[in-house]
Nanobody, 120 residues
Framework: QVQFVESGGGLVQSGGSLRLSCAAS????????MSWYRQAPEKERELVAV????????RYADSVKGRFTISRDNAKNTVYLQMNSLKPEDTAVYYC?????????????WGQGTQVTVSS
């Protein structure tokens, strides 16, 4: 069964940093493209960052480009999100997700997420 366990969130001041982790299980991690999503109160869930399994390349939402870095450790089945220069608008619950390398649909399973709160 696919499972995601996110951690590392917390309360931080504007301009601060956090590093999120997501431990994944139930699939062959190294062959899956991984992502981070976030959902702010009363807003739809949005895709923040992607790291591809085949090339290791990354993609970011314009709102976080240059501030966030996604990375992965295939030996630990874990994906990370380093968040720097945090802004109050980054406040949200952050989730990870996965999809097979050559498919376009993300997993219907979600973890509990990790809350990130940025104070001004």
């Amino acid at each position: 069964q696919v499972q995601f366990v996110e951690s590392g969130g917390g309360l931080v001041q504007s301009g601060g940093s956090l590093r999120l982790s997501c431990a994944a299980s139930g699939f062959t991690f190294s062959t899956y493209t991984m992502s981070w999503y976030r959902q702010a109160p009363e807003k739809e869930r949005e895709l923040v960052a992607v790291i591809f399994s085949t090339t290791g390349k990354t993609r970011y939402a314009d709102s976080v480009k240059g501030r966030f870095t996604i990375s992965r450790d295939n030996a630990k089945n874990t994906v990370y999100l380093q968040m720097n220069s945090l802004k109050p608008e980054d406040t949200a619950v952050y989730y990870c997700n996965a999809r097979p390398a050559y498919e376009s649909v993300w997993s219907p399973y979600w973890g509990q997420g990790t809350q990130v709160t940025v104070s001004s």
